[in-house]
């Protein structure tokens, strides 16, 4: 990890394996990563590639069986999340750490008024009375951009469209002042003008609120416009991590590579024939002993075939797991 | 359509597609949602034509009212030589063969089931007096033109990743030889990798059997790669159409500039300085549009004529289609 100031959430080697009725899915595979106070780190990959089950991991959202957190460290505020207590995670959790999830169609109780949802973790964590509770909810709801906020409060989710919805969450998430906000694919649901709405709200809370968030997409588009930092993930793994200036210009995995140049764009030259990344993503059915990309990968020899690429550190916070140097054009060494 | 040579396979004329609101204790109706509500275009043989717009705009239920997959309200359908807008449907079977639909979510469309062979012969049984072995045949020949390994014939469609999936679906949809196939956001399921892998064998198959699509997406970047011409709608209502570089490069329609705008780029450098404009609130409700033009409750460049006066779908430059009373004065002058 390159240096700078001290990390608020620092993950180390976390790995996660679910059991399922054909045998065990390595899911998260020695994920490590840090995030700095007030950055914006993007987690990018397709699905399957485990950038939510690492999130969830590390909060112990996942229902033990069939998820098995095997190994790893995540320290958030002198505390190793992975060995705490369940009310101290629970603290932590809508407190300190908020959550954003996918969906605002299903991640608010229908019977619920919005006004309540948000007053919980209000009075949970805050430790806030009702009238105090309501009065902060208000003032969230208009943070996140919700008009005629006061009357708003006891309206149900189904009287809010997604964009709004999605804004509700925010407000949730927020209600405790958190030092890290997860959003996971926050704005995949939404429609482009919408997307478009939440991501600037995003830009200005960040400013207004200084908190470091982690945000899960697989829009490179959305990351590019929104991200300080980028981690690409693949097959459970951290296969490249860069500032977002350097991903874009100057990739070193060819996953990233070949999923920059695959996505067509609405500006610049149109290419004729769109570049395909052949095959499918892989299920890690074990713990990776070759590259995961290998399959798909064009640049890949044999020693792809027997070693699994370790995080080449490439300077100035640039890291990638790949055999082969981009830079030279030759392997590295062994 | 204009001068061109070309001559239209599909040509829709103010067609309507409007949903009934029933409610009460006796399920009175009480009003319809206007889903599609006049809209009209030409699709070019051989061309794609891209239909954009967001969740809730119309543009899948114009795609299969265009195939008459509902009885519509009204107007004019005319498919390869065919008027199909008020044929029954048991009339319509005959002429199925000739438009087909890949629909979007492959896990849904295809019968669990079923084999994968039976899907792809289904519509052979169903419309041709081949023999088995005749369909098998097909059914392979398909098989290889979608890229799936004719080995897996006999497996069940949840064997098989998205993006193979839909290859069987575009298999079932391209055994009848089709002329002319609505492809409804048959992508939008699929992760990137796998996308740009189906978008390229749609390229290849229009190339090989000379097909016409019309492709409801709203995925824009996806849209300028593989379309001819675009069209963009916004509740119900087609407001641009247009040739691709010229819809890009300059979009006329207010509507048509917020919904490019809001497309993120995935380049930093582009991304921190373009000025985005910011549509405020959501779309309204298409059971109770606003008065005038439909766009005028979150339009940058509202006036006071558009509150009241709907504005008229007309042609402002050659090929170049859009209805909004920016333009109309530059018409009137031009004429």
Known sequence: MPDGALPVLDVQNLKTVFQTRSGEVHAVNDVSFSLRPGELL???????????????SLLGLLPTPPADVRGGTVMFDDKDLLNVDSKTLRDVRGGKIGFVFQDPMTSLNPVYTVGMQIMEPLRKHMGMNKKQAAARAQELLELVGIPDAKRRLSDYPHQFSGGMRQRVMIAIALACDPQVLIADEPTTALDVTIQAQILELMKELRTKLGMAVIWITHDLGVIAGIADRVMVMYGGQVVEHATVEDLFTDPQHPYTRALLKTIPTIAGERAARLTVIEGQPPIMKDAPASCAFRDRCD????RCAVENPPRYDLGAGHDAACFYDARTGAPRDA | MLDTEQKPLVSVRDLKMHFPIHAGLLRRRVGEVKAVDGISFDVIEGETLGLVGE???GKSTCGRAVLRLYDITSGEIMIDGDEIGATSQAQLRTKRPTMQMVFQDPQASLNPRMTVEAIIKEPLDEHTKLSEAEKREKVGELMD???LNRQFAKRYPQAFS????????IARALALNPK???CDEPIAALDVSIQAQVVNLLEDLQEQFGLTY???SHDLSMVRHIATRVAVMYLGKIVELAPREALYAEPLHPYTKALLSAVPEPDPSLAKTSERVVLQGDVPSPANPPKGCNFCTRCPSVMDICKTTEPTYFEVQPGRFTACHLYENNNDTAE
């Open chain 1, 299 to 302: 640049v890949a020899f044999d």
């Open chain 2, 145 to 147: 033109a979608v890229g």
């Open chain 1, 42 to 56: 993007g987690v990018v990959g397709e699905s399957g590639s485990g950038k939510s089950v690492t999130m969830m």
């Open chain 2, 162 to 169: 998205g993006g193979q999936r839909q290859r069987i679906g």
């Open chain 2, 214 to 216: 019309l492709f409801i």
């Open chain 2, 55 to 57: 969740s809730g705009c």
């Open chain 2, 180 to 182: 002319f196939i609505v």
